[in-house]
């Protein structure tokens, strides 16, 4: 049986302030010092179920510089494929149940991180995070999202990032502007709907900005967003208008992801889409903020998503966000394996 008091960290929405700002300070120190031995003797199982560049070296390293292991994991590759129904008569590809892989791996590990993209078939399905939420339920040790439909782990690698760009822990007061861009692809709306939760949880001024009102983030962010503001202060809006979204701007966040209602349909939202290629960060975009920070989850297609010339600018803060994943998964890590 799961341990009652066991807890996760499948999103930063479940975790309180004090919690979420005490990884913060805990990654800080991380980031001066590397090495420690708060995971010595210890391991964690990263299942991969979509590819990663900076997760899984994050992470690997992180377990490393911690003194632990970490085991790599790709279900239907060097794993066998996973059924996550309950029911479901297992004639097909799948050879074994989530019930059992959850439950054996935590007799082996201490922690288990689970990257599992949507199916992109149907939203009010992959909206319900079935993987993620499959490897909490069966687990007798602690489950990390190294992101599904939401990316917690960057989330905090990019408040990191703000925090000392602008050399405060306190970003209220600060107008941040998370913008939609344009990809010639769909792409999953994990990091945008972190981005909105955790800069609401923040207390900053945010704004969501998006061409029209399809790309639109799912309901249960706005009303996240909705909460911190009504908790931490700040403000929240949606926006279809560039220049004054971008107007005063203290930060930039670009992403690019798939409007909600061609979920799974993509074709008919190709053409809406391809209207919206000036919706690209560039050098004239970002001299309508005040002088703001710029920054991206990354991987980034330059040109398409944010220009050479704002990538390539000392207010691109997007490589020390990215070297960030390090530190703040090291604090998860740790604080996870002290229960």
Request: aromatic letters at 10%; a negative charge.
């Amino acid at each position: 049986m799961q341990p009652a008091s066991i807890k996760h960290f499948l999103n930063t929405q479940d975790w309180s302030r004090a919690e979420l700002d005490a990884l913060l300070a805990q990654a800080h120190r991380y980031k001066q010092d590397k090495l420690g031995d708060a995971l010595k003797g210890k391991s964690i199982a990263l299942v991969f179920f979509n590819p990663s560049m900076r997760t899984r070296t994050s992470f690997e390293l992180g377990a490393f510089q911690l003194g632990g292991h970490a085991v790599v994991l790709q279900p239907g590759k060097d794993a066998w494929p996973i059924e996550f129904q309950l029911g479901t008569v297992m004639d097909g590809d799948t050879e074994e149940h989530i019930a059992e892989v959850a439950k054996v791996l935590g007799r082996y590990v201490d922690l288990i991180g689970v990257r599992a993209f949507p199916k992109f078939v149907d939203w009010q399905h992959d909206r319900e995070d079935v993987v993620l939420k499959s490897f909490a339920r069966y687990s007798p040790v602690p489950v990390i999202n190294m992101e599904t439909i939401t990316h917690p782990c960057q989330e905090l690698a990019h408040v990191l990032a703000l925090q000392e760009h602008f050399c405060t822990t306190d970003l209220r007061g600060k107008k941040y502007v998370l913008t939609w861009t344009y990809h010639p692809k769909p792409l999953n709306t994990a990091v945008a709907n972190s981005a909105l939760t955790i800069a609401t949880r923040m207390g900053m001024d945010v704004t969501l900005l998006c061409p029209t009102p399809d790309y639109i983030l799912d309901e249960r962010y706005l009303g996240w967003a909705k909460d911190n503001v009504a908790e931490s202060g700040g403000s929240f809006a949606i926006s279809h208008d560039i220049e004054s979204a971008y107007a005063g701007a203290d930060v930039v966040y670009a992403k690019s992801w798939g409007a909600l209602p061609y979920f799974g349909n993509w074709e008919p939202e190709k053409p809406i889409r391809d209207q919206y290629k000036h919706f690209m960060v560039d050098g004239q975009k970002m001299a309508l903020t005040n002088n703001g920070v710029f920054s991206h989850c990354l991987p980034l297609r330059r040109n398409v998503k944010a220009s050479d010339a704002v990538m390539d600018s000392p207010q691109c803060i997007a490589i020390d966000e990215a070297e960030n994943r390090l530190h703040v998964q090291k604090a998860i890590m740790a604080a996870l394996a002290r229960q």
